[in-house]
T-cell receptor, first 111, second 113 residues
Framework: DTGVSQNPRHKITKRGQNVTFRCDPI?????LYWYRQTLGQGPEFLTY????????KSRLLSDRFSAERPKGSFSTLEIQRTEQGDSAMYLC?????????FGPGTRLTVT | DAKTTQPTSMDCAEGRAANLPCNHS???????VYWYRQIHSQGPQYIIHGLKNNETNEMASLIITEDRKSSTLILPHATLRDTAVYYC??????????????FGKGTKLSVKP
């Protein structure tokens, strides 16, 4: 069990740039989740996939945020035209049923 | 979604049991109680979950009241490495399919030497 991995672990970008994060779930897990966490708050649910189908995206923070999971394996989260308020930890989790396994997160800093 | 209420913070002496309470008075009959923790700058870590019976694993015990309106996570011998934010979560159940984990603010447990 190699666990959930996320890349990059840290990203510094300038306001207005686009960024893309990758999540590799545990291989047999069919569900994949994205969360955002700001300082002092619990993780905030953004979206999730069952296999390659995105089943919930209404909680994506704006139309600048999009996620994909081609072929039901790894997933990417893209933020277009980043703003300083997008600075946060972006967490990915995967599950087969029930309990979710979280990755270490990608910390985004927008300057 | 069944909302959960947890104390903001708690202290525990190293080596003693840490008992973390959670209220979930609106829980439905088929909804599970999950506990996760998050050590500073890491992703959340699954601890334990249960439906109505008490559960125990190598990390902790989960005591759920008979009416299921509250639960307690017990760390039997807390160590300094157990200092973390502990989240009690009740994901919705949609006809047997579990919904997403929605996190609150959790309880900040500080284990002191």
């Amino acid at each position: 069990d190699t666990g959930v991995s996320q890349n990059p672990r840290h990203k510094i970008t300038k306001r207005g740039q686009n960024v893309t994060f990758r999540c590799d779930p545990i291989s047999e897990h069919n569900r994949l989740y994205w969360y955002r966490q700001t300082l002092g708050q619990g993780p905030e649910f953004l979206t999730y996939f069952q296999n390659e189908a995105q089943l919930e995206k209404s909680r994506l923070l704006s139309d600048r945020f999009s996620a994909e999971r081609p072929k039901g394996s790894f997933s990417t989260l893209e933020i277009q035209r980043t703003e300083q308020g997008d600075s946060a930890m972006y967490l990915c989790a995967s599950s087969l049923a029930g309990r979710g396994n979280f990755g270490p997160g990608t910390r985004l800093t927008v300057t | 979604d069944a909302k959960t209420t947890q104390p903001t913070s708690m202290d525990c002496a190293e080596g003693r049991a840490a008992n973390l309470p959670c209220n979930h008075s609106t829980i439905s009959g088929n909804e599970y109680v999950y506990w996760y923790r998050q050590i500073h700058s890491q992703g959340p870590q699954y601890i334990i979950h249960g439906l109505k019976n008490n559960e125990t694993n190598e990390m902790a015990s989960l005591i759920i009241t008979e009416d299921r309106k509250s639960s307690t996570l017990i760390l039997p011998h807390a160590t300094l490495r157990d200092t973390a934010v502990y989240y009690c979560i009740v994901p919705p159940n949609y006809g047997g399919s579990q919904g997403n984990l929605i996190f609150g603010k959790g309880t900040k447990l500080s284990v002191k030497p």
